[in-house]
């Protein structure tokens, strides 16, 4: 849903991989298991597949894997940082699938 006003990570009808602790939140409900943290530096990738409904990540080169599944409908990226003066630069989008 687009803005993104929600100031909770346990929001409805998101997806979000949170970075700061490895944990990753699907549509209000925290799935089991870590990730990988995220550190200064660091390159995200993120592959949001249609078609199948997937959305998988990578930190630096080393997949993460699939990580969402389910998601239908229209997304819209955000991103999100805990304090002030923090730098995030998206340096590529590309659209696979929902054609």
């Known amino acids: 849903q687009v803005p993104v006003t929600a100031t909770t990570y346990k929001t409805a ?4 991989y ?4 490895g944990k990753c939140y699907q549509d209000g409900s925290e799935l089991p298991g870590k990730r990988r ?12 597949d249609m078609d199948a409904g997937t959305l998988s990540y990578s930190v630096s080169g080393e997949s993460i894997g699939i990580v969402f599944t389910g998601i239908t409908g229209t ?4 991103i999100g940082a805990y304090s002030a003066r923090k730098a995030v630069t998206i340096s590529d989008v ?6």
């Open 13 to 16: 009808g998101a997806w979000m």
């Open 18 to 21: 949170r970075g700061y602790n």
């Open 37 to 48: 943290k995220v550190h200064q530096g660091d390159v995200v990738s993120c592959t949001l």
């Open 75 to 78: 997304v819209s990226p955000a």
């Open 94 to 99: 590309i659209l696979r699938g929902g054609a």
